[in-house]
């Protein structure tokens, strides 16, 4: 399904919760708690979207395992919170891979370089020189 029409909000109220499993005033709730945001026509009425759907299915999961509403917030705002650093950490990979290709096409060899990680309170970073042989020289600094 295309993510256009994953979120095309086309149900009403009654079919969602019909889908869903769940009381039309459910629904009301949800949208009341912010767990749930429905489109409106022009008149007002909810129209809800596969996306909503698959937001209620979750919400079931969720309360089935025992959560209160208030619980099913907060893991909602963490799991969309990972997604959204996945995505900054999937930009950051690609910059860093379209970065290295391109020091290696300006005759940076970066060989067995390492990115620089937290290893307790010491990082080590690695400092390279251009030359014929690229030479890397570990330094490492506490802090």
């Known amino acids: 399904m295309t993510d256009d029409r994953f979120h095309r ?3 009403v109220i009654s079919v969602a919760a019909e889908l869903a499993g769940v009381h039309p005033q459910t629904l009301r ?16 009425s909810r129209r809800y979207s596969d996306a909503d759907l698959a937001l209620l299915e979750r919400i079931a999961e969720l ?3 025992g959560l209160n509403l208030a619980g099913v917030q907060r893991v ?4 969309q919170t990972v997604a959204e650093l996945r995505a900054q950490l999937d930009d950051a990979r690609r910059a860093h891979e379209h970065r290295m290709a391109e020091l290696t096409a300006h005759g940076f060899n970066p060989g067995g370089l390492v990115p620089a990680v937290p290893t307790g309170r010491a990082v080590t970073i690695y400092r390279a020189t251009r030359g014929p042989a690229s030479v890397v020289e570990p330094v490492t600094r506490d802090g």
């Open 29 to 44: 709730i949800y949208e009341r708690r912010g767990l749930l945001a429905p489109a409106r026509t022009a008149g007002g």
């Open 9 to 11: 909000a086309v149900y």
């Open 63 to 65: 309360t089935d395992e």
């Open 76 to 79: 909602l705002e963490l799991e």
